[in-house]
């Protein structure tokens, strides 16, 4: 099957560092791409939709500024935390549309100090 | 818009005995639905869909669900669990005809399987 993967697993930083997180589509092109976040013993909630070659679309109450997406080719689209703070520690967990299917990558433990 | 129900925010069943995880959705237009398994610190993993045909759907792991559209409801289900199937799953829905389209999540269930 499709496999997306992310990069990195698991991040530590420093309160006000930006992180990168990468999402990539390895065996197939994703015009669309979305990004979850999922807080402890919680569900996952949509943050954004990201499409190749235009700008992201965010749900209510996601700061687009902070959360700085780009989905620079069919097979990358990328999350920005800018200015990280404590309360942005979660799970963040990407997906890629294909074969009338989402598929997931294995998440990205992010944990702000 | 849509919305996911899982009724049961934690399920406990011993091992080889049967299991339903109870899903419902609201949407005024015709939907795909899904399940999905996450174990601690992973991703998602998809267990089984429905986009059309057969109303029974059978998915990895021996796991299987019911499409009902008069109760809107795609519970899931395993004749006998084993100790490997303690996870949280998520019941999710898109609407249909639009691959574009994210997923809504359910708030998931924990299925704990004792010995």
Known sequence: ?113 | AQSVTQLDSQVPVFEEAPVELRCNYSSSVSVYLFWYVQYPNQGLQLLLKYLSGSTLVKGINGFEAEFNKSQTSFHLRKPSVHISDTAEYFCAVSVRGNDGNSLVFGAGTILRVKS
């Open chain 1, 1 to 113: 099957g499709a496999v997306v993967s992310q990069h990195p697993s698991r991040v530590i930083c420093k309160s006000g560092t930006s992180v990168k997180i990468e999402c990539r589509s390895l065996d197939f092109q994703a015009t669309t791409m979305f990004w979850y976040r999922q807080f402890p013993k919680q569900s996952l909630m949509l943050m954004a939709t990201s499409n190749e070659g235009s700008k992201a679309t965010y749900e209510q109450g996601v700061e687009k500024d902070k959360f700085l997406i780009n989905h620079a080719s069919l097979t990358l689209s990328t999350l920005t935390v800018t200015s990280a703070h404590p309360e942005d520690s979660s799970f963040y967990i990407c997906s890629a549309t294909g074969y009338n299917e989402q598929f997931f990558g294995p998440g990205t433990r992010l944990t702000v100090l």
